[in-house]
């Protein structure tokens, strides 16, 4: 059962998190300490940094692999992602926007107000009855605006240290995960997720085309909005609660059709139990990597594992056209 | 199964307007052959009669209900249509791909479960009904031209619609598929269902079809048997082409 095994290897990676870090704890000390039981300060490391710090990894991943893999089945292009679509860049505006004001505790609201809006805009400007391509070019072009205005804000920077605060959030970590995050990301992204799944039916149906999905009573409208509204749920609190990070969205679901095939309605909750052991990995390799002063971004991280791996797919894989 | 009848349809796209007053009638058991030259409306024609299309003015109606004012699914199930252009844009199974004509059947939770009994024979008998039953393990994408045009009918036939909308479906395809996608559509006809159909070789609509509706400029210019609406009058001034001897010839040629 490959997807058994999936599903396994998901859940150790997750528990991974729990005891692997600069503190030597056992995996059953680190159990133990989960349910409050052995030492103060194993208690106090793994309740209190590593288990919100896991599952944030895992809800995070889970909602850019779910996201991915939706826009990738309803835009028929393995290219589409929400990083691509510009949601992530929204989010990152909203963010930044706080960040420039001094508002650093409010950079997850902003996040969440800056995808709900890039997201409105975008559904706007695709309208009633219009298809795919226009959702990838209107998602571009928001993405795009919303990259220059977040250079716009940054160009205005009031001072150096605001300026590298803005550098470095955008660049993605966990390092700043805990309960309230938790709270925040994870019934936000739960809704999400539980959005995107409703439109696999659909997004099946789309594989004949859009005429074709309309005349066997697929609703294109209802699609585009569960759609919109769970990547911008699943991104928007993904940003708010670990920054920008690229690519998981893209390659996850790429990986995932290669093994389980093509159907689209699968793939988005397979693509959201790899995500989620993948992201939980990535981040644990930030902190194994860690050394002394210098911090490993995981958005960086994921970046430089999903590049090349995504170019070896690209040549290598079957076409899709 | 119930009458279609089309009342003084207009449609078109923005100022440009395709479809001009046209009217009809249409029922179960007729293979219908939509003709008329590239840009005459067929296409259009079929999409506003699916309901994908809206009419700037007129009505279709099936069994006396306004197929535009239908609920999406509940059209789905009495509309089949069989478009243009089909491509699978994944390297999915032949059966995977006619098991999409179930659709209409499934409620939202289809994402996730499995094909039930009842579906699953339709889509059997929808592949039967094609030959296509050792294509059916196969992926799309490694599938000819031929075999490709046998699956997306059996699509379109597994979806169980009374009617069905075909846009050109042997376009393309070597007289032995030609043949065979024809007689499948036959067999739809005889079975109780009204086909509608786009061709563009007249040989074959007159061997098929029990009637032809010849669109020009976007208006139902002959309504009939084949042979009685396939007047000379008709050949020269649609479709610029004469009939020496049995053969569709150009002028210039002949």
Known sequence: MKIALLIIAAILAIIAALFIGPAPISIGEALAALLGKGEESAVLIVQQIRAPRAALAAIVGAGLGASGAALQGYTRNPLADGGILGFSACAALGAVTALYFGFAAWTPLAALIGAGLGASAILMLVGARKGAGTLILAGVGIGALATALTGLVMNFAPNPWALSEIVYWLMGSLREADMNGLIMAGPLTAIGIGALLLTGADLRTLSLGEDTAVSLGVSLRRVQILLIIGVALCIGSGVAVAGAIGFIGLFIPHIMRMIYGPDPARLIWLSAIAGAGFLSLADMATRLLANGGAVLYLGILTSLIGVPFFLYLAVKAPHYE | ??????????????????????????????????????????????????????????????????????????????????????????????????????????????????????????IDAAIDACGAGDLAGRDITTLSGGEQARIFLARALAVGADVLLADEPVAALDPFYQLTIMEVLRAKAKAGGLVITALHDLSLASHYCDRVWVLDGGRLVADGPPEQALTDAVLSGVFNISRPLGGFIPPRIA
């Open chain 2, 1 to 122: 199964m119930s009458e279609l009848i089309i009342k003084n349809l207009s449609a078109g796209y923005g100022e440009r307007s395709v479809l001009r007053g046209v009217n009809g009638a249409a029922r179960g058991g007729e293979i219908i052959g939509l003709l008329g030259p590239n840009g005459s409306g067929k296409t259009t024609l079929m999409k506003t009669l699916l309901g994908l299309h809206k009419p700037s003015s007129g009505e279709v109606t099936l069994g006396a209900k306004s197929v535009h004012a239908m609920a999406a699914k509940v059209r789905a199930k009495s509309l089949a249509y069989l478009a243009q252009t089909r491509a699978a844009p994944w390297p999915m199974t032949a059966r995977n791909i006619v098991a999409l004509g179930r659709a209409p059947h499934q409620n939202i939770f289809g994402g996730f479960g499995r094909i039930n009994p009842a579906d699953a024979r339709a």
